[in-house]
């Protein structure tokens, strides 16, 4: 089992900055990325970004690309999400989440441990 706890949500003007975190534990060693979705008031949640656990190496969804950064601390177990230039589509339950499967990370189904969400706001 993989224990998820986001925190760093809240409310921004468009144009501003968050950064959320994730904190694992459990069994993290077996992890091989964490990824970071989002949903939205009436929507499906969609897939943010996700990092693979060595290497280090990243995926964005298209809309995020180059606004937000996912980083990671190996030492603290724990998963970031610089998010910059922040607009109102971006509101949002942001969502972590962790897998141990090695292909199509980018989808929803693939991941097995979800933190409880945290929610970002952006006002215009």
């Known amino acids: 089992q993989v224990q998820l706890v986001e925190s760093g949500g809240g409310l921004v003007q468009a144009g501003g900055s968050l950064r959320l975190s994730c904190a694992a534990s459990?069994?993290?060693?077996?992890?091989?990325?964490m990824g970071w979705f989002r949903q939205a008031p009436g929507k499906e949640r969609e897939f943010v970004g996700t990092?693979?656990?060595?290497?280090?190496?990243?995926d964005y969804a298209d809309s995020v690309k180059g606004r937000l950064t996912i980083s990671r601390d190996n030492a603290k177990n724990t998963v970031y999400l610089q998010m910059n230039s922040l607009k109102p589509e971006d509101t949002a339950v942001y969502y972590c989440?962790?897998?141990?499967?090695?292909?199509?990370?980018?989808?929803?189904?693939?991941?097995?441990?979800w933190g409880q969400g945290t929610q970002v706001t952006v006002s215009s």
């Open positions: 990092i693979r656990w060595s290497g280090g190496t990243t």
């Open positions: 989440a962790a897998t141990m499967r090695r292909i199509a990370i980018t989808t929803v189904n693939q991941y097995d441990y």
């Open positions: 459990g069994r993290t060693f077996s992890m091989y990325a």
